[in-house]
């Protein structure tokens, strides 16, 4: 099956289902007949933007909204234990297992001066286009991943 067709896959699994995690949904795939990796579904789950989102009935795989700023605040406050800078990066630690989304999200605000997220497995690393909006990016950042 091409990837087109197995991320179509994915995205009606997780709009016609409820997934509380990754190896839940390679079950679904499996059970549609589509064999697929671990890791070639976290690439195809970073590809569409799912992210793992706390609701009413626990934890569950789905899309980010077309405003992530106003999703982020809800879920991300409780997955970043601290975000730090220097003169040249800004550094965010997460729960573990949730850098990856973290990073995603920050990514899908597409701001110019952010040149993009390096996640490990909870640390985020973000990289500024340049050293000199450090202090603004950490500001944005800070704004955008809590409650005010």
């Known amino acids: 099956m091409g990837k087109q067709n197995r991320q179509r896959k994915i995205k009606e699994l997780l709009q016609n289902n409820e997934v509380g995690n990754q190896h839940e949904l390679l079950q679904l795939l499996l059970n549609a007949g589509i064999d697929i990796a671990q890791a070639t579904l976290s690439r ?24 992530p700023g106003q999703m982020i605040k809800g879920l991300v406050e409780m997955e970043i234990q601290t975000i730090d800078a220097n003169e040249t990066t800004i550094v965010i630690k997460t729960l573990p297992g949730r850098a990856h989304g973290v990073g995603s999200f ?16 909870d640390t985020v690393l ?4 340049s050293v000199n909006d450090i202090r603004s990016i950490l500001e944005y950042i800070q704004s955008n991943l809590f409650k005010t």
């Not at 195809?44 to 405003?67: A, H, M, N, Q, W």
């Open 44 to 67: 195809d789950c970073s590809e569409l933007g799912v992210i793992r989102s706390r609701t009413t009935k626990g934890y569950r795989l789905v899309f980010p909204e077309d405003t």
């Open 106 to 121: 920050i990514d899908h605000f597409k701001h110019p001066k952010i040149l993009g997220t390096l996640a490990g497995d």
């Open 126 to 129: 973000v990289v500024p286009a």
